[in-house]
C-alpha cells in the first residue's frame, strides 16, 4: 500500500540557510500534518492543512512556512535557520471526513543545522 | 491543553514475556492512537480506539480503552526481539477537527533475546 513520501531524507544546512521539505500524502488523504521531533522528545505539532487551506496552527515558529498544493502534497519551508531547528521532521497524512482515518506518517527528513 | 503520560518510561524484558504499557491523560479521551517507532524513524501506525471499553489486537498486541480513568493499555504477548522500540500514545482534543495529536513521552521498550 502507497504510503506517505517525504524528502530529502537527510539535510545538512548551516546556520541561517533555507531549508523546504516535501511531503506527499497518501492518495485520497485530504489533510497533511507537520511534526517536529526533536533528539529523545515526542512530535510536536506544528501546522496542517485541509484541501489546499490552513486548518490547525501549533509551535511553528514565525520563520517556518508551509503550504499545501493543488495536487495535495505539502512543503515546509524554514528560513533563518537555527541550531535549534536540526530535529525529525514528519509529514503525516489522513482523510479527514473519516473518522476512523488514523495519521499516517512518513518516514521524516532528518535535519541538521550545523 | 491535554497532556498523556506514559508509564513505564523505558522496559527491558526477556523474549516470550508478557508486557504492559500504560498512557494515562490528563483529560477525557476521545480517541487514542497507539504508533511504534523505531530509533530515528518513521510512526508506524499501530490501532486506534475510539470507544470506552474498545478493545483491539493485531497479531500479539492488544489496546484497550478505558475512558473512565482516562487510560489506555497497550499489552503485549510473547514478546520478540522485532517488538523493539518506542511505543507512542496519541489523543486528539475533541474540539479538533482535524485530529492533530498530541502525544506522550513515549516508551522505550527492548526485549532480549
Known amino acids: 500500500a502507497a504510503g506517505v513520501i517525504q524528502s530529502p531524507r537527510h539535510l545538512i544546512k548551516e546556520k541561517r540557510e533555507t531549508a523546504t521539505l516535501k511531503c506527499y500524502p497518501i492518495p485520497r488523504h485530504d489533510t497533511v500534518y507537520w511534526y517536529q521531533q526533536g533528539p529523545g522528545q515526542d512530535p510536536q505539532f506544528l501546522i496542517s492543512?485541509?484541501?489546499?487551506?490552513?486548518?490547525d496552527k501549533g509551535s511553528i515558529p514565525d520563520r517556518f512556512s508551509a503550504q499545501q498544493f493543488s495536487d495535495y502534497h505539502s512543503e515546509l519551508n524554514m528560513s533563518s535557520l537555527e541550531l535549534g531547528d536540526s530535529a525529525l521532521y514528519f509529514c503525516?497524512?489522513?482523510?479527514?471526513?473519516?473518522?476512523?482515518?488514523?495519521?499516517?506518517f512518513g518516514n521524516g527528513t532528518r535535519l541538521t543545522v550545523t | 491543553s491535554q497532556e498523556l503520560e506514559q508509564s513505564p518510561q523505558s522496559l527491558i524484558v526477556q523474549e516470550g514475556k508478557n508486557l504492559t504499557i500504560n498512557c494515562t491523560s490528563s483529560k477525557t479521551l476521545y480517541g487514542l492512537y497507539w504508533y511504534k517507532q523505531k530509533y530515528g524513524e518513521g510512526l508506524i501506525f499501530l490501532m486506534m480506539l475510539q470507544k470506552g471499553g474498545e478493545e483491539k489486537s493485531h497479531e500479539k498486541i492488544t489496546a484497550k480503552l478505558d475512558e473512565k480513568k482516562q487510560q489506555s493499555s497497550l499489552h503485549i504477548t510473547a514478546s520478540q526481539p522485532s517488538h523493539a522500540g518506542i511505543y507512542l500514545c496519541?489523543?486528539?482534543?475533541?474540539?479538533?477537527?482535524?485530529?492533530?495529536?498530541?502525544f506522550g513521552k513515549g516508551t522505550l521498550l527492548t526485549v532480549n533475546p
Open positions: 503525516a497524512s489522513s482523510r479527514q471526513r473519516a473518522r476512523n482515518s488514523p495519521l499516517h
Open positions: 496519541g489523543a486528539a482534543p475533541p474540539e479538533s477537527s482535524n485530529y492533530k495529536l498530541t
Open positions: 492543512f485541509y484541501e489546499k487551506m490552513q486548518s
